[in-house]
Nanobody, 125 residues
Framework: QLQLVESGGGLVQPGGSLRLSCAAS????????IGWFRQAPGKEREGVSC????????NYADSVKGRFTISRDNAKRTVYLQMNSLRPEDTGVYYCAVVRTIVRTLCIPTEYDDWGQGTQVTVSS
């Protein structure tokens, strides 16, 4: 059974850092593209960053470029999102999601099939 479990969220001051992890089980991670998405209160879910199945291609939302880094470790069955220079507007529930594909995705929620339960990130002083 495919399962994704996010961790690493929390409360951080503006300018701080967090590293989110997404632990995968029940499937062969190397066949899947993985994305991080977030949803702020009252807003639609949006793509933050995605990485192809090979790890050779990544996308980032304009709002996080230069601050966030996505990476994957297929041997550890884990995907990471390193978030630096956090801003209050980064606040939201962060989800990881997967889709079985070898092509680069657009990093939009409708492309992704299976989702974790989410982890809350709050950036506030």
């Amino acid at each position: 059974q495919l399962q994704l479990v996010e961790s690493g969220g929390g409360l951080v001051q503006p300018g701080g850092s967090l590293r989110l992890s997404c632990a995968a089980s029940g499937f062969t991670l190397g066949y899947y593209a993985i994305g991080w998405f977030r949803q702020a209160p009252g807003k639609e879910r949006e793509g933050v960053s995605c990485i192809s199945s090979s790890g050779g291609s990544t996308n980032y939302a304009d709002s996080v470029k230069g601050r966030f880094t996505i990476s994957r470790d297929n041997a550890k069955r884990t995907v990471y999102l390193q978030m630096n220079s956090l801003r209050p507007e980064d606040t939201g529930v962060y989800y990881c999601a997967v889709v079985r594909t070898i092509v680069r995705t657009l990093c939009i929620p409708t492309e992704y099939d299976d989702w974790g339960q989410g982890t809350q990130v709050t950036v506030s002083s």
